[in-house]
């Protein structure tokens, strides 16, 4: 499944904490389990996007644990507007009148 990974930085988080991040980014790799379809960094908020692919919560939850001391996270499922499509179309047909 696709998720939206985004993560603005936590409003007590100091110059030198934002820093260490930046450095600790540099050496680290995502986990297992995650496919990584586009990360970038902004200038405003959030300070991160991140789209990926991951099959079990598992890898979602280690990231956030990884770096939910200097960020603010939020991820969600995503789809294509063409999925949507065609998950709407299913979806409004198995309503109710």
Do not use: H
């Amino acid at each position: 499944m696709v998720y939206v990974w985004m993560a603005s930085w936590r409003p007590n988080v100091t110059r030198e904490q934002s820093d260490a991040a930046l450095m600790r980014r540099a050496q680290w790799q995502y986990p297992e389990g995650i496919k990584v379809l586009s990360e970038y960094w902004l200038t405003g908020s959030p300070a991160v996007i991140v789209t990926l692919e991951a099959d079990s919560y598992a890898p979602l939850m280690e990231l956030g644990l990884t770096w939910g001391d200097v960020f603010e996270i939020v991820c969600t499922p995503a789809t294509t507007p063409e999925e949507g499509l065609k998950y709407g179309a299913e979806i409004l047909a198995r309503r109710p009148a």
